[in-house]
T-cell receptor, first 110, second 114 residues
Framework: NAGVTQTPKFQVLKTGQSMTLQCAQDMNHNSMYWYRQDPGMGLRLIYYSASEGTTDKGEVPNGYNVSRLNKREFSLRLESAAPSQTSVYFC?????????FGPGTRLLVL | KNQVEQSPQSLIILEGKNCTLQCNYTVSPFSNLRWYKQDTGRGPVSLTIMTFSENTKSNGRYTATLDADTKQSSLHITASQLSDSASYICVVSGLSGGYNKLIFGAGTRLAVHP
């Protein structure tokens, strides 16, 4: 039972490059979320998916797209990376009132 | 504006000592308040969750309190251990647009020294 897994753990991109962050869960939870965490700030919601087949914008969606491929997987795509997207990205699921976070992906955009 | 403020930003204590972390919020309407522990390089892990009617909840050596009137919460750690070194994040849930919106504090970074 791995919980929430994220790949890659670390990535370096050049400005303008694209990439997809992967997230998978084996807890059979309906809701999944993508957050970014920056120094001195609280986690901010990028996108979320209340159930398979639905996605909604969060607080900071600009520059990102998401895909809820199935109940297990929720990916985050950066089409044209910018230095402002340097951050640590966390995927999470929710069951009742508790969120379960993955280990994070540390992204550096040069 | 919905906000969650945590203090102090960072704290250093000696192993075995107690400490208290503070969280003030302006989120309204209020649904619940959670405390998470985040080890370096890891995702946050839930410690406690409290609703409006609860004013204290314990999880081992961690005790959270909530005063919904003054919109304040605290997390008390008893007999600290080296493994308590982490960031502690206060998260307040408020109803917005018909769903629960989570507002995250910036966290308190705790270092426990031997």
């Amino acid at each position: 039972n791995a919980g929430v897994t994220q790949t890659p753990k670390f990535q370096v991109l050049k400005t303008g490059q694209s990439m997809t962050l992967q997230c998978a869960q084996d807890m059979n939870h309906n809701s999944m979320y993508w957050y970014r965490q920056d120094p001195g700030m609280g986690l901010r919601l990028i996108y979320y998916s209340a159930s398979e087949g639905t996605t909604d914008k969060g607080e900071v969606p600009n520059g990102y797209n998401v895909s809820r491929l199935n109940k297990r997987e929720f990916s985050l795509r950066l089409e044209s990376a910018a230095p402002s997207q340097t951050s640590v990205y966390f995927c999470a699921t929710r069951h009742q009132e508790t969120q379960y976070f993955g280990p994070g992906t540390r992204l550096l955009v040069l | 504006k919905n906000q969650v403020e945590q203090s102090p930003q960072s704290l250093i204590i000696l192993e075995g000592k107690n400490c208290t972390l503070q969280c003030n919020y302006t989120v309204s309407p209020f649904s619940n308040l959670r405390w998470y522990k985040q080890d370096t390089g890891r995702g946050p892990v839930s410690l406690t969750i409290m609703t409006f009617s609860e004013n204290t909840k314990s999880n081992g050596r961690y005790t959270a309190t909530l005063d919904a009137d003054t919109k304040q919460s605290s997390l008390h750690i008893t007999a600290s251990q080296l493994s308590d070194s982490a960031s502690y994040i206060c998260v307040v849930s408020g109803l917005s647009g018909g769903y629960n919106k989570l507002i995250f504090g910036a966290g308190t970074r705790l270092a426990v020294h031997p």
